[in-house]
């Protein structure tokens, strides 16, 4: 029998570049409605083999550095014994620098398990901060690292 590619009690290191694109900026100057690259690592945990709780943290390259700590559930809609899976993901946190506002988002995308170590993912969400006063939409590419 062969071994699913996908399993629960999985603990994945996610190192990945970003790129932000800011939609509404409200009273946040500086930001305009550009794009900014950035990135971080995040740190899932598989409770089933379909579904994670995480804890992400990141940066944005913006004039002045936005930092961003936020904690995700992912939900894979995959067959279990195939390597390729699609996902839903969603979460809050803060965001933050030198003040902190809050922030929620939604999204999906991606992921291609190489081997049993090693996988590549892509994913988009929008996110909502500071009472939704600035949105913004974030693109992500990155390594999986299953331990």
């Known amino acids: 029998m062969e071994v699913p590619c996908f399993q629960a009690g999985e603990f994945v290191v996610r190192p990945f570049f970003d790129i932000t694109i800011f939609n509404e900026t409200g009273d946040h100057e500086g930001l305009g409605n550009d794009a900014y690259f950035g990135g971080g690592i995040a740190f899932d945990y598989y409770v089933t083999d379909r579904f994670a709780i995480g804890f992400e943290g990141s940066w944005i390259d913006t004039p002045s550095v936005i930092q961003g700590y936020v ?9 279990p014994m195939s390597c390729f899976s699609v996902y839903l993901l969603g979460g809050g946190g803060v965001l933050t620098n030198g003040s902190t506002v809050g922030q929620a988002h939604l999204g999906g995308g991606a992921e291609y398990r190489f081997s049993e170590v090693l996988s590549a993912f892509a994913d988009g969400r929008y996110s909502w901060a500071d009472g939704g006063d600035l949105t913004f939409t974030k693109v992500r590419i990155g390594l999986g690292i299953n331990l």
Request: aromatic letters at 12%; proline letters at 0%.
């Open 71 to 79: 904690v995700n559930a992912t939900y894979r809609i995959t067959d």
